[in-house]
């Protein structure tokens, strides 16, 4: 029997598929967590599911659950899957690593790799484009750089981390910037300012071994969640491009990255010009649309790992179309909201309306199996839930709010006695 592998991470379209692909070859998988907000994972090829300490107030009883977790089940590989489980698992590397394969990069790598800041400098010493970028401590310091850009503008944490003020940022306007903060912000850590790179996000996912390539798969974005720029909820898998691999090839060279990474580009259909946006040293949110496609990159990975050649097919299933359902429908809800104040939200609406048919009939869930379709169906019913859940709060805030505010009016409108 093959030796079992842990998972961080609960995030179902991420740790469920790759569970999938090492279960279909016959390794054991556990998956673990740290996050309350992560739910536990119901699928045939899941053998145990873990709730371990918080790091944060406690890292050592953290590090301590994790190697006892190891110690007691056997587990030879740990398999973090998404930025949370990373940033733990870094702080804890070598002592995890005497232990098991840890499939991410090293500290140093991962410093540079965490921070878009210091990718960016990498990039740009390797001829790479990249947006132009600043960081800021304050809301005050946007409108300076914001003119000097052009709205629109992105403002993003420039370091991965467990706990963040919000993930990304779409600054359309001076008068947009006053609604987003109509009064001065000191973030709790530097953000990066960018400005705003029209094109298609474009995936480049790679694995290395040695500093040689040993796989190499693309994906372009079709939709995203928020629309505005964030996760792919609709995606499509296309032929690679030789400009994009070699820049990948180059930049994670420069970072001393191996294992399995994913490059992502954005790309200009018009003129076809690339611009760098970020690196992922972990599992990415689409990982089951390369699987869907014929290529295994876990199985891959874990191959390599264990010092077996990996049978990498020389193509793969391109035009094949991903959609996350339950990211969908989140999307889908937000640009309702949207659609009802001005903005572009219902252009957006009207356009996905149009396209809802054929982006769910000619499409492939993460989730879904018929086999196993128990964690397709919770992650949606969990979705609808927790719009419905969302939606009834914001709700009963307002109309709690609305009594105070029509008291208010009547004592000012009120008219004296005696003088009627």
């Not at 598929?17 to 994972?41: C, M, N, Q, W």
């Not at 309306?353 to 019913?381: G, N, Q």
Request: positive net charge; hydrophobic residues 40%; proline residues 8%.
């Amino acid at each position: 029997m093959k030796p079992p592998v842990l998972i961080l991470g609960a995030v179902p379209r991420i740790a469920i598929p790759i569970a999938r692909s090492l279960h279909d070859y016959g390794i054991p998988v556990d998956v673990a967590t740290f996050s309350p907000v992560e739910k536990s994972l119901c699928s045939h090829a899941i053998r145990n599911f873990y709730r371990l300490p918080d790091p944060d107030p406690a890292p050592s009883v953290f590090a301590d659950a994790v190697c006892q977790l190891i110690r007691m089940h056997e587990h030879d590989t740990l398999i973090p899957c998404n930025d949370v489980a990373l940033t733990a698992i870094v702080e804890h590397y070598e002592r995890f690593r005497d232990l098991l394969h840890v499939c991410c990069p090293p500290p140093d790598t991962l410093r540079y790799i965490l921070n878009k800041n210091l990718t960016l400098q990498v990039a740009e010493k390797c001829g790479i484009r990249v947006p132009r970028s600043v960081l800021v401590s304050s809301s005050a310091k946007v409108p300076e750089f914001a003119s000097a850009f052009g709205y629109p503008v992105i403002l993003k944490p420039n370091e991965k981390r467990r706990s963040e003020d919000f993930k990304v940022c779409l600054i359309r306007s001076a008068d947009h910037l006053e609604t987003v903060f109509p009064q001065p912000r000191i973030f709790s850590s530097p953000m990066l300012l960018q400005e705003f790179c029209h094109g298609d996000g474009v995936g480049v996912e790679v694995l290395r071994h040695n500093r040689t390539l040993i796989a190499a798969f693309q994906h372009r974005r079709r939709k995203e969640l928020p629309h505005t720029g964030g996760v792919a909820v609709l995606a499509t898998s296309e032929s690679t491009d030789p400009g994009l691999v070699h820049s990948t090839s180059c930049l994670l060279d420069a970072l001393h990255c191996d294992g399995l990474a994913m490059v992502e580009f954005k790309v200009n259909p018009r003129d076809g010009t690339s611009v760098l946006m970020e690196v992922n040293g972990r599992y990415w949110g689409s990982i089951s649309l390369p699987i869907l496609a014929g290529f295994n990159f876990p199985l891959f990975h874990w191959k390599v790992l264990h010092d077996e050649p990996p049978e990498v097919p020389t193509v793969y299933r391109t035009g094949l179309q991903w959609r996350w359902s339950a990211g969908y429908l989140r999307r889908f809800h937000d640009l309702m909201l949207g659609a009802l104040r001005a903005g572009s939200s219902r252009d957006v609406l009207l356009h996905d309306l149009h396209y809802l048919r054929a982006d769910f009939a000619d499409s492939r869930d993460p989730l879904w199996t018929r086999s196993d379709p128990m964690p397709a169906m919770l992650e949606v019913i969990g979705m609808f839930q927790n719009l419905i859940r969302s939606d009834f709060s914001t709700g009963y805030r307002r109309l709690s709010r609305r009594p105070a505010a029509v008291l208010k009016r009547a004592k000012h409108f009120k008219t004296p006695i005696g003088n009627s």
